[in-house]
């Protein structure tokens, strides 16, 4: 049962236009959502988060939306450059689980 | 302080073999995580610690995984018997006690690569 979802395992995007990168997810008790981006034989690292009790958070390029009545979040990233080329992964938990339930990623590729 | 720390960065190991993976989180993070990473897929988790304390266990640690964090500093995950579906990426992560309501944010390591022949 995959609870948090990545449908879309690839994304290209010229630089200085718009990343959008869309995450789902089933239960409805996830609470807090973080976004982290994963360069090759690295860990990954942590970029931006959203409480529920938001539906909107901002950290320079980075923007978070949620909506939690679609039960979706999505990353919009702008200007794009090539040093975002990574792979993206939603992270959902239930405040006080202190587990993060990942999706299976979305490898962007920015196109200089 | 340098990070989350792991150690060995790849293992290569015969089937049946024991292996060990060591973890070193930010010293003043109280709570330390195991994930499992395999191609394709997100990070799984495994096992969390709050200081020494395992409280949360996957159904994805079989009898074969055991972990431990003794003082409640570095941490260590063995494998006994291993077997090729034990092949991933394992990552270690941790975090300060309280960042405030859900605001729980985990700094990784780079990861121990396991190759199971």
């Known amino acids: 049962d995959q609870q948090v979802k990545q449908n879309s395992p690839s ?11 869309n995450c789902d997810y089933t239960n409805s008790m996830f609470d807090y959502f ?17 409480s529920s009790i938001k539906d ?10 949620l909506n939690k009545s ?8 702008v200007p794009s450059q090539p040093g975002d080329s990574a792979v ?7 405040t006080g689980t202190y587990k993060y339930i990942f999706g299976t990623g979305t490898r962007l590729k920015v196109l200089a | 302080d340098t990070g989350v720390s792991q150690d060995p960065r790849h293992k290569i190991t ?8 060591r973890c070193d989180p930010i010293s003043e993070h109280n709570r330390l995580y195991w994930y499992r990473q395999t191609l394709g897929q997100g990070p799984e988790f495994l ?27 570095f941490s260590t995950l063995e494998i006994q018997r291993t077997e090729q579906g034990d ?20 700094t990784f390591g780079a990861g121990s690569r396991l190759t199971v022949l």
């Not at chain 1, 993206?88 to 239930?94: H, N």
């Not at chain 2, 015969?14 to 993976?21: L, S």
């Open chain 1, 88 to 94: 993206y992964f939603c992270a959902a938990s239930v």
């Open chain 1, 56 to 65: 909107k958070n901002e950290d320079g390029r980075f923007t978070v939306f």
């Open chain 1, 11 to 21: 994304l290209s995007v010229q630089e200085g236009r718009i990343s959008i990168l």
């Open chain 2, 14 to 21: 015969k089937r049946g073999q024991n292996v060990t993976f």
């Open chain 1, 34 to 50: 973080l976004w982290y981006k994963k360069y090759p034989a690295e860990g990954p690292t942590f970029l931006i988060s959203i």
């Open chain 1, 70 to 77: 679609a039960k979706h979040l999505s990353l919009h990233i």
């Open chain 2, 47 to 73: 096992t969390y610690f709050q200081n020494e304390a395992q409280l949360e266990k996957s159904r994805l640690l079989s009898d074969r995984f055991s972990a431990e964090r003794p003082k409640g500093s």
């Open chain 2, 87 to 106: 092949s991933a990426m394992y990552l270690c992560a941790s975090s300060p006690e309280d960042q405030g309501a859900g605001a729980n944010v985990l």
